[in-house]
């Protein structure tokens, strides 16, 4: 969704922010970092970009008063969109309000980059972008260079991994109004309560209702809805569940548009069990204030991303797995009397 072969980078400047519940302060550069090395830009080009590559939820800046001038970070960056001249003194501001943002104990303290880049594409089109990433895990590095006819090797510490960016956003200088295009990279750590500082405090984002999220969303919900809440309604087997997850996964995969009326038809079939499900995707809509329409296009790049977690494998103790792929009539349970155990039977042409 996001890719940049023919971004470059603008302006750059860095500032360390610490956690203010350690007793941390931040550090602030009196003016944008100056690339001397040619090398250098490229590869803060790969670092801070090539992440989004993968990146296929599309947010925007929110807030919970639904009065966007008090996001800081939309301030922030519109008041760059209009005035470039301004943008290390929002960098500035930006490095402030993610101090203020650093308040559980267990967040890491390290640097903030804030990058001005042309021409970073989403979606189709060609748009300025500000970028703003953290460091925060830093690693050990062995050089290795000739020495006197031979070797010598040296190390440097606490340095950073091109190829593994902490935390990152971009923020492209369109649909203003609705608080920006914005993809988000965070790869969290110090646990879940740390974790939700950067979209939801430093950032505030709300993600895009868009065909990729409405698609993973009804896939998520009726994958729920097989997993958890049909054994209250109905008498399921392991089987029976795994067939109608892979019923679900192959309606996806065929169809370019979701019907819920169509998919309730070929994927439930049971009406007691369609109304079950129509209620239980109405309670989660609910529950999480997202809709999910009876109608939308299926996102393909959503599908094969849910298909990584729609497990079609049915374990029996520790002995048995058995992989479920097509008809599930080819398949039986049953209990034999004399081991007191149950049992399938399993119905095959040929081995592979």
């Given at each position: 969704?996001?890719?940049?072969?023919?971004?470059?980078?603008?302006?750059?400047?860095?500032?360390?922010?610490?956690?203010?519940?350690?007793?941390?302060?931040?550090?602030?550069?009196p003016q944008p970092l100056e690339l001397k090395d040619d090398v250098i830009g490229p590869l803060l080009l790969q670092y801070f970009l090539k992440p989004f590559e993968k990146a296929n939820e599309v947010y925007h800046l929110m807030h919970s008063s639904d009065d966007l001038a008090l996001n800081e970070i939309h301030h922030f960056t519109t008041d760059v969109f209009d005035d470039k001249t301004k943008f290390h003194e929002a960098s500035e501001q930006i490095a402030k309000h993610l101090y203020a943002s650093s308040t559980h104990p267990n967040i890491k303290g390290g640097e903030l980059y804030v990058v001005y880049f042309n021409k970073v594409q989403i979606e189709g089109e060609l748009l300025d972008a500000i970028g703003i990433f953290k460091s925060e895990n830093k690693e050990t590095y062995l050089k290795v260079y000739p020495d006197q006819g031979g070797f010598?090797?040296?190390?440097?510490?606490?340095?950073?991994?091109?190829?593994k960016l902490d935390k990152g956003v971009l923020i492209f200088n369109v649909e203003k109004?609705?608080?920006?295009?914005?993809v988000v990279v965070d790869k969290a750590t110090g646990g879940q309560d740390a974790a939700v500082y950067w979209k939801d405090e430093f950032l505030q984002l709300k993600i895009r209702n868009d065909s990729f999220n409405q698609t993973s969303n009804a896939l998520g919900v009726y994958k729920n809805f097989v997993t958890n809440k049909l054994d209250e309604e109905f008498e399921m087997t392991k089987a029976d569940k795994i067939d109608l997850l892979n019923r679900s996964m192959k309606y996806f995969k065929e169809k370019e548009t979701f019907d819920i009326d169509e998919f309730a038809e070929e994927v439930i079939s049971n009406p007691e069990a369609i109304e079950s499900f129509k209620n239980f995707k109405s309670s989660y809509e609910e529950e999480f204030d997202t809709r999910i329409n009876d109608t939308f296009e299926i996102s393909d790049n959503a599908v094969k991303k849910q298909a990584k977690v729609y497990k079609s494998i049915l374990k029996l103790d520790k002995n048995f797995h058995i992989y479920i792929h097509g008809n599930k009539d080819l398949i039986e349970r049953g209990f034999d009397d004399g081991k007191a155990m149950n049992y399938y039977k399993v119905f095959f042409n040929q081995e592979a």
């Open positions: 969704m996001v890719t940049f072969f023919e971004a470059s980078l603008d302006t750059i400047s860095v500032h360390h922010v610490g956690n203010q519940s350690q007793g941390e302060m931040y550090a602030l550069s010598s090797v040296d190390y440097e510490q606490d340095a950073i991994n091109i190829n109004e609705n608080g920006y295009k914005v």
